[in-house]
């Protein structure tokens, strides 16, 4: 079993920055595929960020090209989410999740990753 925290979320003007973080327990998440999604009131969960076992590659959603990075700290079992000029259309709960299986492959879709953590809200507003 993987239990996933994300923490990092909070209230930030448009054009502002934060970086979320999903630390693991329980197993080293080194040989899994980590990815964000997002989800909005009243909106499907979405595809944000991925990332593949050995950080060999990364893959990010259109609409969040550019300002949003994913990134590994092996060693500290820890996945970040950079999130840099934000705009209010940002503003979801973030919620950190992880796949053992084909974890070479980054998956956009929810039902395919294994493990969730409980999300982190970020809102975004003037």
């Known amino acids: 079993q993987v239990q996933l925290v994300e923490t990092g979320g909070g209230w930030v003007q448009p054009g502002g920055s934060l970086t979320l973080s999903c630390t693991a327990s329980?197993?080293?998440?080194?040989?899994?595929?980590m990815g964000w999604f997002r989800q909005a009131p009243g909106k499907k969960r979405e595809f944000v960020a991925g990332?593949?076992?050995?950080?060999?590659?990364?893959n990010t959603a259109d609409s969040v090209r550019g300002r949003l990075t994913v990134s590994r700290d092996s060693a500290k079992d820890t996945v970040y989410l950079h999130m840099n000029n934000l705009k209010p259309e940002d503003t979801a709960a973030y919620y950190c999740?992880?796949?053992?299986?084909?974890?070479?492959?980054?998956?956009?879709?929810?039902?395919?990753?294994?493990?969730w953590g409980r999300g982190t809200q970020v809102t975004v507003s003037s």
């Open positions: 329980g197993r080293t998440i080194s040989t899994y595929a």
């Open positions: 999740t992880a796949r053992l299986e084909y974890s070479d492959y980054i998956s956009t879709v929810p039902y395919e990753y294994e493990y």
């Open positions: 990332i593949s076992q050995k950080d060999a590659l990364t």
